[in-house]
């Protein structure tokens, strides 16, 4: 196979997969290919462009220790708070005006006003990212953290969707990192290069204005990018040319994206939408709500509360959810996140497809997972609303129950499986051969911490819905292949 050019490969692959067996070899064909591909062409220039924009973050964080604890990975502050003339935060004082006006709100309503209330939310009212800012996630990391995903959008449209155009939809997509690695990846294949276009679901006006700078050709006045409809328009609120030529648009929601063929990708997004919190208690499963906490002294601060009774989201999410078995005495339940993999589902059924969702979560077995990053720290989500990132972990086995037989669900699988299944190593190999030996340790530090399990590697998960195969095909990076195990034929 070693003489066959990659596209009569895969075409072979086509041809001949006709059970799970074969469907693996051939992927692991096409995968080696399809990184060793992007190992031929990559521009070293391109590689070291990102390494600058990366290695202040991580410079930052070895300085202090040596490496990221997995449980302050992810991390975003911005110093100045958004307070008004008296020193009040703003959210704050709009927060309590809420309650005042109407009782305790859910801790989901909360979580909607601190991160994307227009005026003052976290991601909102300023550049997260900016001097003031700080950001830590897998793209931002490494490179090889996108190029792994755009190989694997790469090799499952060559398996299934070769010559059709695909809609790539990426929710929540941050700085745009992810974006532009994948983008990156798809420039090295013509046969996918032009077949693509780019769909960004995106609430922040400021980082969707960030993912058009660094996706744009160079040099384009960013603002000349036109803005059709206005916020809550059906439709783009914005579109662009991507630096490699694809058309980009961008989105409020995801009901907004038109149908078609789609590739949806799903990164460190999920575990922004909001939850609603239930414990166990003597009368029963009652919500958290969060209310004005009196102090002694007249101060006022947030504070969890007991809901007396049941509550509409109770009896609209908890109850249909509960199992007779659950042994845990707190849950914490996304209804955006279910509306999000619905939505999927029904896409994929009516027009093709396939998704990859990542982020920290479990399978059910946590609890209390609610949490705020600030200043590189854990922080108390309650006190500051606005000044620091909300989050909860994802609950996939909760997911999974709004996907039905007529699709395909994989995983969750770690990061590190995932990871080392797509090659990264290989890639690993073939950035060091090129980098320059003052940059080895950035690479391999930022290896080790996509995939060593004390790091990112055990916490983050993966898991893809794709449209039903006939031949029980498994797509990459859900295979074992051994990469790494053995010598490469
Ligand atoms: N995927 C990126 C960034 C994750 S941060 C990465 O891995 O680096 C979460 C992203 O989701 C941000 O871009 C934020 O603005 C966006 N976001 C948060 N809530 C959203 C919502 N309800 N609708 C659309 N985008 C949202």
Redesign the pocket.
């Known amino acids: 196979m070693r003489g066959l050019s990659f596209l009569s490969r895969c075409q072979a692959r086509l041809a001949l997969a006709s059970n799970s067996k074969s469907n693996h070899i051939y992927s692991r064909l096409n995968l080696i290919t399809c990184v060793n591909k992007i190992n031929a062409n990559w521009q070293q220039g391109r590689f070291y462009c990102r390494m600058h924009t990366i290695s202040s973050a991580q410079a930052a964080y070895r300085s202090q220790g040596g490496v990221l604890s997995s449980e302050n990975l992810k991390v975003?502050t911005f110093s100045s708070h958004d307070d008004d003339e008296c020193g009040k935060n703003k959210l704050l004082k709009h927060i309590y005006s809420r309650i005042k006006g109407g009782g305790p709100i859910t801790v989901a309503d909360y979580m909607?006003e601190v991160?994307?209330n227009p005026q003052s939310g976290y991601?909102?009212h300023k550049d997260v990212f900016g001097t003031e800012g700080d950001?830590i996630?897998?793209?931002?990391i490494s490179q090889m953290f996108g190029e792994m995903i755009g190989v694997w959008i790469v090799n499952e449209w060559m398996n299934h969707y070769q010559d059709q155009f695909l809609q790539i939809v990426?929710?929540?997509?941050?700085?745009g990192?992810?974006a532009d690695d994948m983008l990156r990846v798809f420039s090295q294949f013509p046969t996918i290069k032009d077949k693509i276009s780019l769909h960004l679901?995106?609430?922040?006006p400021v980082?969707s204005n960030i993912?058009a700078a660094k996706l744009s050709v160079p040099g384009e006045d960013v603002s000349s990018i036109e803005e059709d409809n206005g916020i809550g328009d059906k439709g783009p609120y914005k579109k662009c040319t991507s630096k490699y030529g694809q058309d980009i648009y961008w989105y409020?929601?995801l009901t907004d994206v038109p149908k078609g063929l789609s590739c949806f990708i799903?990164?460190?997004?999920l575990?922004?939408?909001p939850i609603h919190k239930f414990q166990k208690t003597e009368k029963g499963w009652r919500e958290l709500l969060v209310d004005i906490d009196q102090q002694d002294d007249m101060s006022e601060k947030l504070r969890l509360v007991l809901s007396p009774c049941d509550t509409a989201a109770s009896i609209a999410y908890l109850k249909p959810s509960l199992s007779a078995t659950e042994e845990r005495d707190h849950i914490e339940i996304s209804p955006?996140s279910a509306l999000i993999v619905q939505n999927i589902v029904k896409r994929i059924k009516e027009s093709g497809g396939f998704s990859l969702i990542a982020d920290y979560g479990h399978d059910g077995d946590k609890t209390d997972t609610f949490r705020a990053f600030k200043n590189h720290q854990l922080h108390d989500p309650l006190i500051d609303p606005g000044t620091a990132?909300l989050t909860a972990d994802v609950d996939f086995s909760y997911l999974k129950k709004f996907t039905d037989l007529q699709v395909d669900v994989f995983g969750p699988i770690t990061q590190e499986k995932y990871l080392i299944n797509m090659g990264i190593g290989y890639r690993l190999q073939a950035l060091l051969q090129k980098a320059k030996q003052e940059h080895w340790a950035s690479l391999i530090s930022g290896y080790k911490m996509l995939t060593s399990p004390d790091q990112m590697g055990e916490r983050f998960k993966f898991m893809s819905i794709t449209s039903k195969s006939k031949n029980n095909y498994i797509p990459a990076g859900f295979v074992d292949l051994n990469f790494g195990n053995e010598s490469e034929s």
């Open positions: 975003r909607r991160l994307t991601y909102m950001f996630t897998s793209p931002e990426e929710l929540g997509p941050g700085r990192t992810l679901v995106e609430v922040s980082l993912q409020q929601s799903a990164h460190e997004f575990d922004a939408l955006g990132d």
